[in-house]
């Protein structure tokens, strides 16, 4: 029986703790290629941080992928669950649940070998698997299992992406009556409106959804995001100016019908950042630690990311950085389109990015076309972009859209004032100086073109190089400022989103 049964009888709205899971396919440190990691993360440890929110700590299901380092045995408990896996022999597949305590939140493991340990999260180097729609029902299915094996109900499925979209297939497809999970109410959390989960039909089996799954769709096959935004209890975005821009056709990604149709069970909740990880006063990666009140340590810490990539320590010229995975949404063809006019302007450029390098070759040739100027670093490096973030004069962020972005916000925790093209949620998190000149923490421009781009630099560059350095001070100063916490506003907003599902889901369960 679910829990809050008791409170709709009596036509109160529900106000005890909650039983929350996540289901996601990135959980930092564990396994992470992008945002949505960092935030499943930082979420989870933040709901447990609220009072009354949730009960015990969150857990968070993550497939147990190749690289993640599971801790010593001693700590780690070890359940063995059978999955219903229609296309496994026998139609089960037994999987080993490991968790543990993860700094706030319970972090549960499905080591399932033949699934998950591979070359990649997602895919290889001949791109995404194949059976990817069944390794991520498989997670899905083992969170739901895992809990009807404990007898814990849960209240709420907070799912994250596409990956975890196939568990409000399950839900409402296969286990709409079950006591322990059935009624539990879901709520999505959109990252990445790109990427779809597109199951085509003679996959769809891989979903394991019996003979339910030829209802689910059409003709074509399954859109698991798709799917996810229509079942859900609540659905929301990282920011709110994403969370509009995405009811329009040229922003919705084919899902803007979809989002329109949700009404205001769809919302943006802005990204917090976790201001213990990133902290330039304690971050180990820096060559010096720095805060708001002594900058010192930032001098320093320019000095050796300039000797690390090759350029000129000595040089006052304004270094602009640009971190990201290589990936089109991230605008790095403005750049490229930019930089030769940035150069001549005197600035230079330092670049660390990862994923498909072709999306590179344009810097590259300016690179070469300017020695001395650019600095080009093509891989992950976490340190390095601590580095870059810290060693900086200015941050470059010209995606073409960004639903929340975080390497603005860290850049300013880093004393480091962005230049970021004004969509989604840079537009929310950045107060551009030229509009408001007493409250400013970076520089926005409204087309993403390499000539405003150029214009937003070339005002940025004014303040930098002015010979009063008042106005640069009080705008890094200001950046440095900024509260992100979780807790202060999005995790107690996604406490109140998660509440308001149970009681959407109390509404159709009875
Ligand atoms: C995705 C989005 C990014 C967001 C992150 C975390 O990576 O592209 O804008 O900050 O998810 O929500």
């Given at each position: ?319 602009l950085g640009v971190i990201g995975r290589l990936d089109p949404q991230k605008g790095f063809d403005l750049v490229a389109g930019a930089a030769r006019r940035l150069v001549a302007r005197g600035a230079r450029l330092v670049v660390l990015g990862s994923g498909d390098a072709t999306l590179l070759e344009g810097l590259r040739a300016?690179?070469?076309?300017a020695p001395g100027r650019i600095a080009i670093v093509e891989r992950f490096d976490r340190d390095l972009s601590r580095q870059i973030y810290a060693g900086v004069d200015l941050f470059l962020m010209p995606s073409r859209f960004e639903p929340c972005g975080q390497g603005q916000m860290i850049a300013m925790r880093y004393g480091t004032p962005p230049i970021a093209h ?89």
């Amino acid at each position: 029986m679910n829990r809050f049964s008791g409170a709709r009888a009596s036509a109160r709205l529900p106000s005890p703790t909650m039983r929350v899971i996540f289901v996601a396919a990135e959980c930092e440190p564990w396994a992470k290629t992008g945002g949505l990691g960092d935030v499943v993360d930082a979420l989870a440890r933040a709901l447990g941080r609220i009072p009354g929110a949730v009960d015990g700590p969150v857990e968070v299901f993550l497939p147990r992928y190749r690289s993640v380092q599971v801790p010593p045995s001693a700590a780690v408990d070890a359940l063995e669950v059978r999955v219903p896996d229609p296309l496994a022999p026998g139609g089960t597949s037994d999987v080993t649940v490991r968790s543990f305590d993860a700094n706030g939140y319970r972090l549960r493991l499905i080591d399932h070998p033949a699934a998950y340990d591979r070359a990649g999260f997602y895919g290889d180097s001949s791109g995404d698997f194949p059976d990817n729609a069944r390794r991520f029902a498989l997670l899905g299915r083992a969170a739901l299992e895992t809990r009807r094996a404990e007898r814990r109900p849960v209240d709420v499925v907070a799912i994250h992406d596409w990956h975890a979209c196939p568990v409000a297939l399950l839900r409402d497809v296969q286990y709409a009556d079950d006591p322990v999970v059935g009624r539990a109410a879901i709520s999505l959390t959109i990252h990445n409106l790109a990427y779809h989960g597109w199951t085509p039909r003679d996959q769809v089996d891989q979903l394991g959804l019996g003979a339910g799954g030829a209802t689910v769709g059409d003709a074509w096959g399954i859109d698991l995001l798709g799917e996810g935004i229509r079942r859900a209890e609540t659905v929301n975005t990282v920011s709110p100016t994403y969370a509009r821009e995405v009811l329009l056709p040229a922003f919705g990604m084919g899902l803007d019908g979809h989002l329109v149709a949700r009404g205001d069970q769809f919302t943006g909740i802005l990204n917090g950042l976790d201001q213990e990880v990133w902290d330039p006063a304690t971050d180990p990666a820096l060559a010096a630690p720095y805060d708001a009140a002594s900058l010192a340590g930032k001098a320093a810490c320019r000095a050796d990311l300039l000797a690390r990539v090759g350029l000129d320590p000595a040089d006052p010229s304004a270094i602009l950085g640009v971190i990201g995975r290589l990936d089109p949404q991230k605008g790095f063809d403005l750049v490229a389109g930019a930089a030769r006019r940035l150069v001549a302007r005197g600035a230079r450029l330092v670049v660390l990015g990862s994923g498909d390098a072709t999306l590179l070759e344009g810097l590259r040739a300016e690179a070469t076309r300017a020695p001395g100027r650019i600095a080009i670093v093509e891989r992950f490096d976490r340190d390095l972009s601590r580095q870059i973030y810290a060693g900086v004069d200015l941050f470059l962020m010209p995606s073409r859209f960004e639903p929340c972005g975080q390497g603005q916000m860290i850049a300013m925790r880093y004393g480091t004032p962005p230049i970021a093209h004004r969509t989604g949620g840079l537009a929310d998190t950045i107060v551009d100086l030229g509009i408001d000149a007493a409250a400013g923490t970076g520089f926005l421009f409204d087309q993403a073109t390499p000539e405003a781009l150029i214009a937003a630099v070339d005002r940025a560059l004014r303040v930098y190089a002015a010979p009063d350095r008042g106005a640069w001070s009080a705008l890094v100063a200001r950046g440095m400022a900024v509260d992100w916490s979780w807790e202060s506003s999005s995790a107690p907003l996604y406490a109140s989103l998660f509440r308001r599902a149970i009681a959407l889901r109390l509404a159709t369960t009875g």
